[in-house]
């Protein structure tokens, strides 16, 4: 079946500083990615995503690539703001399918 | 506003004692989900509702209902609860379209079975 690992956090950083958030996938087929982000108290957002190989999702300076010969989709952002400290999920689509499947979550907690 | 909207946000139940959790969206999408959420395992789906009257089992169904009349609505029912569906709920909703479409999700419902 589908499957989704993401990185062990917690994760703690001090502002300015490089992140990365690593995540691997099992999927059949070609599935679409995405990084969703969960503000404290809030319901999921979309925060980015990756349709096909090769593609670079962007937004609020994240970025992540969709490697498929690694099946990986890393989060990455060049200076983290202490706004940025949420939890953070990979996900998939399978290529047939409509169905969600999550990553365990990454808490990153970033300080002034 | 475009939003997806749970009630209640919290709740306190004791073993056995029915409950709904509902679920609301006013962006006219075909696709609404249940998902529960518990430490170290992220997001698991619970039931899906393609449109009104189609409703299938996702990952975790057991011990849950759900009923989809409505296109805007798509409540959540626990029969009979159990201290092992303590967790935070998650609805959700997209359009019926691609599927790498948006999902929206609700703000939450924190539920403590005693």
């Known amino acids: 079946g589908n499957s989704v690992t993401q990185m062990e956090g917690p994760v703690t950083l001090s502002e300015e500083a490089f992140l990365t958030i690593n995540c691997t996938y099992t999927a059949t087929g070609y599935p679409s990615l995405f990084w969703y982000v969960q503000y404290p108290g809030e319901g999921l957002q979309l925060l980015l995503k990756?349709?096909?190989?090769?593609d670079k999702g962007s937004n609020k300076g994240f970025e992540a690539t969709y490697r498929k010969e690694t099946t990986s989709f890393h989060l990455e952002k060049g200076s983290v703001q202490v706004s940025d400290s949420a939890v953070y999920f990979c996900?998939?689509?399978?290529?047939?399918?409509?169905?969600?499947?999550f990553g365990e979550g990454t808490q990153l907690t970033v300080n002034p | 506003e475009a939003q997806v909207t749970q009630n209640p946000r919290y709740l306190i139940t004791v073993t056995g004692k029915k409950l709904t959790v509902t679920c609301s969206q006013n962006?006219?999408?075909?696709?609404m989900s249940w998902y529960r959420q518990d430490p170290g395992l992220g997001l698991r789906q619970i039931y899906y509702s393609m449109n009104v009257e189609v409703t299938d089992k996702g990952d975790v169904p057991e011990g849950y209902k759900v009923s989809r009349k409505e296109k805007r609505n798509f409540p959540l029912i626990l029969e009979s609860p159990s201290p092992n569906q303590t967790s935070l709920y998650f609805c959700?909703?997209?359009?019926?379209?691609?599927?790498?479409?948006?999902?929206?999700f609700g703000p939450g419902t924190r539920l403590t079975v005693l």
């Open positions: 959700a909703s997209r359009r019926s379209g691609p599927l790498t479409d948006t999902q929206y």
């Open positions: 990756a349709t096909k190989a090769d």
């Open positions: 996900a998939l689509t399978p290529s047939s399918g409509s169905r969600l499947t």
């Open positions: 962006m006219n999408h075909e696709y």
